[in-house]
């Protein structure tokens, strides 16, 4: 195969007439054109003398003087020339275009690129075996060159030229789409679509349909006298002769070249294989260098990413979409930016993202973040209780079997759950919410949100709802809606109205109107002064046990004589095993009732108690309590809402501090997280 070349000319403007996201998207896409595995062109670096020329006011003179280099290159190799100008573009509408090359659009015609006759100039060298022009501006379609220039020039028509323009000669282009899409496009390839991607019919038509703000379009010319290579613009990656595994996307090749600038002798190397290529020919004392060293690690992570990829491309290739791989991102605890990311990065990007972000504390050879995406994926695709055979054998062989089965029993289920913390540190004020965003009972994304001192809940209102909004971005881009949430709070805010009738929703509406709210006592997240973890969670797996067993059917009433003095329930409550029943109160007693409350929360984490301090009808609240028993608490919730409609019911008239063995699960995670210095859990050192 002869050279490629390719250059990419991004034209900044200044001031106002500055194209957001230009910069990124001609190093995008020159990036793809000069990957090996995709465009193949030679990569030269980037200046005037390069294969990428990116800046504010080149001037005329910078273009041309890169793009003479450019075909010259071509001509001595025979080989094609892919052109791209990504920039401003003015005139069309019935003239020709200008390409804005002098960082204003208001300058006039002689500081600008006549580009058809430009187009006409470069076609007609003898040398090169064609160009393939990208547009990417503003009345694009404009820089189609002259008939006379196509048939009547140096070449007298013995040329071959392929156009692709952005937008029609009197519409606008908008954001770089069309080289954003089409690096996209090229980066994941097209099904059935040959060896080779062309600027052809099926080519425009994927375009299209990726592109709404414009109408991209193409021209093609070929009078070449003698038939040779076809003029393509990159390898299908998706076609079936090909194999996806070398390929390199956005971040890996950015992190190779950050860590191989330093380095002599690296120019050029693009692809796994080149770097591979490139360590096996060192001589052994240099691979001792650190720089070297880091190399080394970085091509092992590329190896598990090339691996990893073929894996999930066998095993869901045919049922992966946009939707799904944003799902199991947001579900692997990606960050937003690349879960929301536009367009969608492509499977081989959320690998590597996965692989190569991955914490410093993270095993060798094995990520978290990894194994949690691949857990998310099988979960969103294939639900079953048995691993895919090829995930099965790759989970063997890289000795993550376990912590993939572990997540997917997390996994199970996946209904989503906010857990609203309400942090007082020992104090008497709450000074912050602690946010925690579950899947199933897989804790996948966390937050917290300050609460200025002041009343209750007062402040406190404010950061559950940033952080009730918090959950709802995450929410959305994971396709799924908000119903339970669970609000943990220590034991004097309990002795304040309930969270479900706090009106936390945009400051208007009470939080357990629009959601199913379970109140959960803080204790075994921040035991009381005196009361150790170990004892709470203790009680709290009692607790669960004695449920279980179905020894009660209901809770374990007390009267007001047993809450007549706080030394008179110490002295039952020790006569009764910690965590052997929920506690009933009946009706509440007249002093002391936050002491006796913690008291009662310290034996039995779990407790019911009157909604306004005392009933009418204690006993048919008993009743009630009793013959809703098993269906407790989902039965309390709709209870309330009801009655926030106006339907009456006992129920309805209590409150509880429910402990269930999701509550306990999440406590006792918490617990256990390894304590760690800051440093040792940041992302891997960058160069």
């Not at 080989?79 to 990504?86: S, V």
Request: glycine share 10%; hydrophobic share 45%.
């Amino acid at each position: 195969m002869v050279s490629r070349h390719v250059l990419v000319v991004g034209a900044q403007c200044r001031g106002a007439e500055e194209l957001p996201g230009l910069e990124d998207a001609a190093r995008r896409l020159h990036r793809t054109l000069v990957d090996p595995d995709i465009g193949a062109c030679l990569d030269r670096g980037e200046g005037e003398t390069g294969s990428l020329l990116v800046g504010t006011a080149l001037g005329k003179t910078a273009v041309e003087k890169a793009l003479a280099a450019a075909v010259g290159r071509a001509k001595d190799d025979g080989g094609p020339l892919i052109l791209a100008l990504l920039g401003h573009g003015t005139g069309g509408c019935g003239g020709p275009l200008y390409f804005v090359t002098s960082g204003s659009a208001h300058d006039g015609a002689i500081h600008q690129l006549h580009v058809p006759s430009l187009i006409g100039t470069v076609t007609n060298e003898t040398g090169p075996s064609g160009l393939i022009a990208v547009i990417d501006t503003c009345h694009a379609a404009a820089a189609l060159l002259d008939p006379q220039s196509a048939t009547a020039g140096l070449q007298q028509g013995g040329l071959r030229l392929s156009l692709l323009f952005a937008a029609s000669a009197h519409l606008p282009a908008w954001y770089m789409n069309l080289s954003v899409q089409l690096a996209e496009l090229l980066e994941s390839g097209m099904p059935n679509a040959g060896e080779f991607l062309a600027v052809d019919e099926p080519l425009i038509k994927e375009l299209r349909s990726r592109i709404h703000t414009q109408e991209p379009g193409a021209f093609s010319f070929d009078g070449a006298p003698t038939s040779g290579e076809s003029l393509w613009l990159a390898h299908n990656v998706r076609s079936a002769s090909r194999h996806t595994a070398s390929s390199l996307g956005l971040l890996a090749c950015e992190r190779l070249h950050k860590l191989l600038s330093p380095l002599e002798g690296t120019h050029g190397i693009s692809s796994q294989k080149q770097l591979k290529d490139w360590l096996g020919g060192l001589e052994q004392e240099r691979l001792g260098h650190p720089m070297v060293k880091r190399v080394v690690e970085f091509e092992r992570d590329l190896g598990v990413c090339a691996v990893a990829v073929t894996v999930l491309e066998e095993t869901f290739g045919d049922a992966l979409t946009d939707d799904l791989l944003r799902k199991a991102a947001a579900r692997a605890g990606f960050p937003q930016e690349v879960v929301v990311r536009l367009p969608c990065p492509s499977l081989r990007d959320m690998v590597e993202y996965a692989v190569l972000c991955q914490s410093a504390v993270a095993h060798a050879g094995q990520s978290r973040t990894l194994v949690h995406f691949v857990a998310a994926l099988t979960h969103l695709i294939s639900p079953r209780d048995a691993l895919p055979r090829q995930l099965a054998v790759w989970a063997a062989k890289s000795g993550a079997g376990t912590a993939l089965n572990s997540r997917l029993i997390e996994l199970r289920g996946a209904t989503p759950r906010l857990i609203l913390v309400a942090a007082d540190d020992g104090g008497e004020d709450v000074v912050r919410v602690e946010a925690s965003l579950l899947f199933g009972s897989a804790v996948v994304h966390t937050a917290e949100f300050p609460c200025e001192p002041g009343p209750v809940p007062g402040a406190l209102v404010a950061a559950l709802d940033e952080a009730r909004l918090w959950a709802l971005s995450w929410l959305a881009a994971a396709g799924e809606r908000l119903v339970a949430v669970d609000v943990s709070v220590p034991t004097f805010l309990l002795l304040d109205s309930p969270p479900e009738e706090w009106k936390v929703v945009r400051g208007r509406r009470m939080l357990g109107v629009d959601y199913d709210v379970t109140t959960r006592w803080s204790g075994l997240l921040t035991p009381p002064p005196g009361v150790s973890l170990d004892d709470m969670l203790h009680a709290g797996s009692r607790l669960l046990s004695s449920l279980q067993s179905r020894a009660h059917c209901g809770p374990s009433w007390l009267g007001l004589d047993d809450l007549s003095s706080i030394e008179r329930l110490q002295d039952l409550l020790g006569r009764r095993r910690v965590g052997g029943c929920v506690w009933g109160v009946g009706a509440l007693p007249e002093k002391d009732f936050d002491l006796i409350l913690e008291e009662l929360l310290i034996h039995t984490p779990a407790l019911i108690w009157p909604r306004q301090g005392s009933v009418s009808d204690t006993r048919a609240l008993q009743d009630a309590v009793a013959e809703h028993w098993d269906s407790l608490p989902e039965e309390l919730l709709r209870a309330f809402q009801k009655r926030m409609e106006g339907v009456p019911g006992h129920l309805a008239d209590i409150r509880t501090t429910w402990h269930d063995a999701h509550w306990q699960d999440f406590c006792q995670r918490r617990a256990g997280r390894a304590v760690v210095a800051p440093q040792d859990v940041t992302r891997k050192e960058q160069p």
